[in-house]
């Protein structure tokens, strides 16, 4: 038989491996079996390769896979990534692409909590554990870890602030919410749950982490509830949409409470146009997922399988102390 004979039967046979594979995964499409996690520790010198499945293209996920790629570059890792530009079943279409690659481990950014479900016992049943970014609102046997901001400790910080601020009196407020699903379901409610009995929430919608959205969404909540005082708004980029509306509405009377910690949202806590915001950088979820997935896999003693990123709660009195948003 002749050299490229043998090469062609051999990509044969690889193709054939991986389609057997992805119609494995597609006829399981509808199951959400949440499979076994358990991982074979992996040898410390066996290079690892790891998938990351981000969620969108906004600034804090940008960075997340900026900090992510820049740690596991200094530890020798290989990075391959996707995203699933806010849409649950690309992110399932994700999670099998890096099944298929045979990766050690799937970093995901998750789009909603839900759908992931599926994508988890996939990945498990193919012997690939998934560590999740962000959120770990799920049966934590099925993982093998996750680094998570605690987004209920956000929208308690966020609401306990508001509380103090209004005196414990009477105020209506607002929420501009990201996308249902995960996250922000979360957030919303502890938020919601500290404010306690004079604060009021008369206006709560998404704009979808769009910052044209929430500013569409602004002049809806002006025109509803004219008398609104306080804004809780998701994130910091539709925050600064929220900004717009205010402004040309000629409203510097409502101020506006966020989540994030980027450059230019400490900068408009120290200029006055957002009463405050929470420090919990995507630079901190990438490097400790680059290490605690590392740490994990090789079975490393010490490393948490649940580990919480360090939040600040920022005001005009502490902005110039904020830690850095991105790599």
């Known amino acids: 038989m002749s050299a490229s004979l043998g090469i062609v039967r051999h990509a044969t046979r690889s193709r054939a491996a ?3 594979l992805t119609a494995g995964l597609a006829l399981s499409a509808c199951s959400v079996d949440k499979g076994d996690a ?12 790891l998938g990351f499945v981000n969620g969108n293209s906004i600034e804090f996920h940008t960075c997340l896979q900026k900090a992510l790629q820049a ?3 200094r530890a ?8 699933s530009a806010m849409d649950p079943a690309k992110e399932l279409s994700n999670i099998d692409d890096m099944i298929v690659k045979r990766v050690d ?3 995901v950014q998750t789009v909603n909590i839900d759908s992931l479900e599926g994508g988890i016992g996939r990945a498990n049943r193919a012997g690939i554990p998934i560590f999740l970014t962000s959120v770990a609102s799920v049966d934590q046997s099925t993982i093998l870890g996750a680094v998570v901001t605690d987004v209920r400790k956000v929208g308690r910080e966020l609401g306990a602030w508001l509380v103090k601020d209004a005196g414990g009196g009477p105020a209506e407020v607002g929420i501009i919410g990201g996308a249902p699903g995960a996250a922000a379901d979360l957030m919303n409610s502890a938020f919601k749950q500290s404010l306690g009995g004079g604060a009021t929430v008369v206006f709560d919608q998404p704009a979808f982490w769009q910052r ?3 500013q569409d969404v602004a002049d809806n909540l002006l025109q509803a509830r004219p008398k609104v005082s306080y804004v809780f708004v998701h994130n910091e980029d539709m925050a600064f949409g929220v900004l717009a509306a205010f402004k040309a509405a000629g409203r510097d009377d409502i101020k506006i409470l966020t989540n994030g910690g980027s450059e230019a949202g400490v900068k408009a806590v120290k200029d006055g146009d957002f009463a405050v915001t929470v420090s919990n950088t995507p630079k901190s979820v990438g490097e400790m997922a680059v290490d605690n997935v590392v740490g994990l896999l090789r079975g490393t003693s010490g490393v948490k399988k649940i580990a919480t990123v360090p939040d600040v709660l920022v005001t005009s009195e502490n902005a110039s102390e904020a830690p850095p948003y991105c790599s």
Do not use: Y
Not at 38 to 49: N, V, Y
Not at 76 to 83: D, I
């Open 71 to 73: 740690r596991a570059d």
């Open 105 to 107: 481990a799937i970093v």
């Open 18 to 20: 991986i389609l057997a």
């Open 38 to 49: 358990t991982a074979t520790p992996a040898s410390s010198g066996k290079k690892l390769t």
């Open 212 to 214: 044209a959205k929430a």
């Open 76 to 83: 020798g890792v290989k990075v391959l990534t996707a995203n």
